[in-house]
């Protein structure tokens, strides 16, 4: 009995932990060095459209694409490379994967639904 009080305080530490990693992982999806995921990926990653215009084609849209299905390695990379639209973040590793973590876990309903369709077809 008296081990497991020893132990109580460590379960605590790894339950704090793993919410500050969740937490950590929002925080950065919303608000990274300034400019946010969210904007232009969506509340989840789903995608969204980040500005709609007129030009001689007529209307067009530029959209933020869905990342729910991107790798860890795939956003690493996204996120420290340049592209047209998306900012060069210069995140660590680390973070990227806080980000990655928190996208898994916000559509965990999402991504198991998919995996369920796909052993169906
Ligand atoms: C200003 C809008 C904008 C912001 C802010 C932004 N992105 Fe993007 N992102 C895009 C667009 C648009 C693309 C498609 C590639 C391109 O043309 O830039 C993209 C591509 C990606 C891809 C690759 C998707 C693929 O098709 O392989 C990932 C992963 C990604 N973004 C993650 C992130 C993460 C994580 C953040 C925050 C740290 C972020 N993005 C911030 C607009 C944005």
Known sequence: MKRLWM???LMLWAEE???S???YGEMLYANPR?????QCHGKSGEGQTIVEYRDTNGKEALRGSDIRLNTLDEMINAVNSYHKVMP???LTEEEVKAIYDYLQKKNTVYLSELTESDTIQ
């Open 7 to 9: 132990l109580l305080p």
């Open 17 to 19: 932990d793993f919410i």
């Open 21 to 23: 990693h969740y937490e």
């Open 34 to 38: 300034g400019i946010s995921c969210m």
């Open 88 to 90: 060069r973040y210069y």
